[in-house]
């Protein structure tokens, strides 16, 4: 080989050969901005939405509280609330009141009506002569189960009808729930019809 065919082939190599494209990190930073500012306005406008709800259902009166001493209980769940809705309207969630806010929950059937205590959240009384049915349902305003994975307990809370959506930890609880609502509501109806 001569040399000067040696000098060609390296200069065809030389030129052949490119270098590894330069990362333009400014413009991965822009992106990265960009991205992190669309995901804090869709957060705040799902906050305002939530808050613009609230302030729809204002005229919500305040829940009642769970008495001291409410009786001798009844039945026990412990479980999930997965929140309330319009009664007969499992989309239209009601979040005045705190009723929005999902949590664990020990419900206790009483004379007084069903007492909600849920960590973390406020507890709440649904008085017994509030109650107007208990059902099994599958789905909640944001939660959707099998076929009777909720107990749906259906309540008058100022001119509202209200259902809260329930789910025990032993789904096998539920039935008694709905029997035991029903015969109370049953004795609700009876009382008020002798007045």
């Given at each position: 080989?001569?040399?000067?065919?040696t000098n060609l082939?390296?200069?065809?190599?030389?030129?052949?050969?490119?270098?590894?494209?330069?990362?333009?990190?400014?413009?991965?930073?822009?992106?990265?901005?960009?991205?992190?500012?669309?995901?804090?306005?869709?957060?705040w406008l799902m906050?305002?939405?939530?808050?613009?709800?609230?302030?729809?259902?204002?005229?919500?009166?305040?829940?009642?509280?769970?008495?001291?001493?409410?009786?001798?209980?009844?039945?026990?769940?412990?479980?999930?609330?997965?929140?309330?809705?319009?009664?007969?309207?499992?989309?239209?969630?009601?979040?005045?009141?705190?009723?929005?806010?999902?949590?664990?929950?020990?419900?206790?059937?009483?004379?007084?009506?069903?007492?909600?205590?849920?960590?973390?959240?406020?507890?709440?009384?649904?008085p017994a002569d509030?109650?107007?049915?208990?059902?099994?349902?599958?789905?909640?305003?944001?939660?959707?189960?099998?076929?009777?994975?909720?107990?749906?307990?259906?309540?008058?809370?100022?001119?509202?009808?209200?259902?809260?959506?329930?789910?025990?930890?032993?789904?096998?609880?539920?039935?008694?729930?709905?029997?035991?609502?029903?015969?109370?509501?049953?004795?609700?109806?009876?009382?008020?019809?002798?007045?």
């Amino acid at each position: 080989m001569t040399p000067l065919i040696t000098n060609l082939a390296i200069s065809n190599l030389a030129d052949e050969q490119k270098s590894q494209a330069v990362t333009d990190w400014a413009a991965r930073a822009g992106w990265v901005v960009g991205l992190l500012l669309f995901i804090a306005l869709l957060y705040w406008l799902m906050r305002e939405g939530w808050k613009w709800r609230g302030t729809l259902q204002g005229d919500l009166p305040p829940l009642p509280a769970v008495p001291e001493e409410p009786g001798p209980a009844r039945l026990t769940l412990t479980g999930r609330y997965h929140g309330s809705t319009t009664a007969g309207q499992w989309l239209d969630r009601i979040v005045a009141g705190g009723l929005g806010t999902r949590s664990r929950a020990e419900l206790t059937l009483t004379d007084e009506g069903v007492s909600v205590l849920r960590p973390g959240a406020t507890d709440f009384l649904i008085p017994a002569d509030a109650v107007r049915g208990a059902r099994l349902d599958k789905g909640i305003a944001g939660k959707v189960l099998t076929e009777g994975g909720l107990l749906i307990i259906t309540w008058q809370h100022g001119d509202r009808l209200i259902d809260s959506g329930f789910r025990a930890d032993r789904v096998a609880e539920h039935p008694a729930w709905v029997e035991e609502l029903t015969t109370l509501q049953n004795l609700n109806s009876t009382t008020e019809g002798a007045r």
